[in-house]
């Protein structure tokens, strides 16, 4: 069965800074999806970021980037600059040949004006 | 389409009662999930719809917990008799089967069960 752990229950960065948060996972797969997703408080999950992988080049959407590392199965979201509205709940999360994503245990970040 | 949308947000009961959760997903969406989660966890899996076909479900999944989607369209998770351990934030989840985009997931608000 496919793991995603994530080793930092917490993390916190101040305003304007850039912080990484860290993900690692075990498969047998070739072929899957990884997600950032982001859950504010008494707010709904929303994706952050994806990597198949498949695609060497690592994801970026705007702030957000990934350094997607295949064969470490390593898959660390750096988010740049970071904003009072980042703080959440961050899950890494994994998407095999099955239709379930695995997430991992969720890492809260706490941003510092 | 707003996204995808749970009803109630918040439910209160009994031990022993049983409770009902809905989930409207995003129309086009082929595929509905169901997840629970606990405070400070990452959400769990509990089952999926392709279409009206419920085609995995979780050992999670006691026999007290039932999940339909009778019309491929919206999905009902019953829990019948609950217990305390089923206090938790339940999460269904939508997603495209092909194209661009597919394995994404669009969650709800989520359900919040406390089971006194």
């Known amino acids: 069965a496919q793991t995603v752990t994530q080793s930092q229950p917490e993390m916190s960065v101040q305003e304007a800074e850039t912080v990484t948060l860290s993900c690692t996972y075990d498969?047998?797969?070739?072929?899957?999806?990884l997600f950032w997703y982001k859950q504010p408080p008494s707010r709904q999950m929303i994706l952050v970021i994806r990597?198949?992988?498949?695609?060497?080049q690592n994801a970026t959407e705007n702030r957000f980037s990934v350094n997607f590392q295949k064969a470490a199965k390593s898959f660390s979201l750096k988010i740049s600059d970071s904003q009072l509205g980042d703080a959440a709940m961050y899950f890494c999360?994994?998407?095999?040949?099955?239709?379930?994503?695995?997430f991992g245990e969720g890492t809260q970040l706490t941003v510092n004006p | 389409d707003t996204g995808v949308s749970q009803d109630p947000r918040h439910k209160i009961t009994k031990r022993g009662q049983n409770v009902t959760f809905r989930c409207d997903p995003i129309?086009?969406?082929?595929?509905l999930y169901w997840y629970r989660q606990t405070l400070g966890q990452g959400p769990e899996f509990l089952t999926y719809?392709?279409?009206?076909?419920?085609?995995?479900k979780s050992r999670l999944l006691s026999d007290r917990f039932s999940a339909e989607r009778p019309k491929g369209s919206f999905s009902t998770l019953e829990i019948q008799r609950t217990e305390q351990g089923d206090s938790a934030m339940y999460l269904c989840?939508?997603?495209?089967?092909?194209?661009?985009?597919?394995?994404?997931?669009?969650f709800g608000e989520g359900s919040r069960l406390t089971v006194l």
């Open positions: 989840a939508s997603s495209l089967l092909t194209g661009e985009g597919r394995g994404e997931l669009f």
């Open positions: 498969t047998s797969e070739s072929d899957y999806y």
């Open positions: 990597q198949e992988a498949y695609k060497q």
């Open positions: 999360a994994y998407r095999g040949g099955g239709s379930r994503l695995t």
């Open positions: 129309s086009e969406h082929n595929r």
């Open positions: 719809f392709q279409n009206e076909a419920q085609l995995e």
